[in-house]
């Protein structure tokens, strides 16, 4: 007999759902749109961002809305810090988002579980139900719930406000 402790156990339990969730639901989900996400006067290339949705849409507030399931892959092109990161997430959802108590501790949950990015790591995050998934890497750093929070979060890339116009635009499969 095999003898794992507990934190082995729940790391199993984890790799478990990611490879079910990626199984069961990625065949479903055809891309969307794909952008990048420029950064400075300079306009640096941070990430390529794309957009995977159950049904095709051009019409943000139609996927920001929708209870079909989501996901969006940020492949990063430069390292960018925990703080850096944060400091974006803080910005999106104050530009974006109705901001709430509420939807602020999310938010600082959020950035809590956030670590510094390197170059060539992979994002992932996936709407499912009322709840969103946060993958770094494929391993599952969280999972916040909410269809408050889902919203909001969406918003970021799709919100009056988006990071850069090229960006959102490229998720809706406008460019």
């Not at 996927?63 to 092109?77: E, P």
């Not at 910005?91 to 108590?101: K, L, Q, V």
């Not at 890497?137 to 889902?150: K, P, Y």
Request: some cysteine.
């Amino acid at each position: 007999m095999i003898k794992i402790c507990k934190l082995q156990a729940l790391q199993i339990i984890s790799l478990i759902l990611v490879f079910n969730i990626y199984l069961l639901a990625e065949p479903s989900l055809v891309l969307n749109g794909t952008g990048k996400r420029q950064a400075t006067i300079f306009r640096v290339n941070v990430y390529e961002a794309k957009l995977y949705l159950e049904n095709k849409s051009h019409n943000p507030e139609d996927i920001i809305n929708s209870k079909q399931d989501k996901k969006l892959v940020l492949f990063f092109l430069r390292d960018v810090s925990k703080s850096q990161i944060n400091e974006a997430w803080q910005d999106g959802f104050e530009r974006n988002s109705a901001f709430t108590i509420k939807l602020q501790n999310k938010l600082a949950h959020l950035q809590s579980m956030m670590s510094d990015v390197k170059k060539n790591d992979q994002l992932t995050f996936y709407w499912n139900n009322s709840a969103v998934q946060i993958l770094l890497n494929n391993n599952l750093v969280t999972t916040i719930e909410g269809n408050d929070f889902q919203k909001a979060l969406m918003l970021n890339w799709l919100g009056e406000t988006p990071p850069n116009q090229s960006l959102k635009e490229g998720l809706l499969g406008n460019t």
